[in-house]
């Protein structure tokens, strides 16, 4: 009972941080329809620049969480007005291609940085935690997946009652009709995929504090991820998100504790099945959209 107790609490913490990872994918393939192959390198690349940070200035992870969303965004922004807005209207397996490139330029450039070691950020607290009856529960992971709720919470508040995330919306649901309407679509294109890039940003110096990373193995993981999750929880859904992570979380951890090795990663696949079974909208993407609409 009590390991059945310590794989769901670190399955909830752990969800936490999958659905930050996954929250900046579904925005951008709910909003601009294009599914970013390059969503995982973006996180690698806010791991590295977390990492540096805390190497040189000796710099605390969650301190340099600002900085990281910063550089990313603006990376973000430069890449899909100067890149990814080319191709936007071509087919979406044009997209696909493209992201995928972009995916192997990153990876290479941080391979040739970095090299291709495992690194992690250490930190005195990430290691420890406390215990609620036997239950262990790490501090830093507790302090991704609340986190990850906040920004969950504040990105959802940004979409509903600011002028900017209005837009966002409304590009999204039909940009003709948006830009009849005055707004610039290919700018708030290149903030929502700015905003993506600096969710992934966060979400990697998150990881590189809880666990390790390299340029290999980790981003791909990550973006199979991001993309369970955002089918699971409803595309450009950000509690959608959240909730699929948390789902995820909680299955491939009480899958660990009867399946061992590869076949973990089997249970991410085998949910969602499941769920586009019963569900095909996602888990709350149909009320979501509703919502929308009658607006």
Known sequence: ????????????????????????????????NVVNFSHGALAVTGAYVAWVLNVRFGLDPF???????????????????GLINLVINAPIFLTLLLTFGLNLVILNGLQLLFKA???????????????????????????ACFLALGITVALALLMSRTRLGHAIGATGMDRGAARLMGIRARH????????????????GTMIATVGS????????????????????????NMYGALVGGLVLGIAESLG????????????????????????????????????????
Do not use: C, H
């Not at 941080?17 to 393939?29: E, K, N, R, Y």
């Not at 301190?63 to 007005?81: D, H, K, M, S």
């Not at 990430?126 to 992971?141: C, D, E, K, L, M």
């Open 63 to 81: 301190l340099a969480i600002p900085v990281v969303a910063i550089a990313l965004f603006a990376f973000g922004y430069v890449v899909q007005r």
């Open 256 to 295: 660990g504790l009867l399946l061992t090795g590869t076949w973990v990663n089997a249970i991410a696949m085998a949910v969602l099945i499941v769920t586009l079974i019963i569900r095909p909208s996602g888990l709350i993407g149909k009320a979501l959209y509703s919502g929308r609409v009658e607006v």
């Open 188 to 203: 708030i294109y290149a903030v929502t995929f700015g905003i993506a890039a600096a969710l992934a940003g966060v979400a």
């Open 117 to 143: 070691d495992d690194r992690t950020i250490d930190t005195s607290y990430a290691s420890q935690s406390f215990a609620i009856g036997a239950v262990n529960v790490p501090y830093g992971r507790l302090a």
């Open 1 to 32: 009972m009590s390991q059945f107790l310590q794989a769901a609490a670190y399955g909830v913490v752990q969800g936490g941080l999958l659905g930050l990872v996954a929250v900046g994918f579904s925005l951008v393939w709910g909003v601009m």
């Open 213 to 236: 990373f390299n340029p290999t193995t980790t981003p791909g993981q990550l973006t199979l991820d991001a993309f369970v999750i955002s089918v699971l929880g409803g595309l450009g």
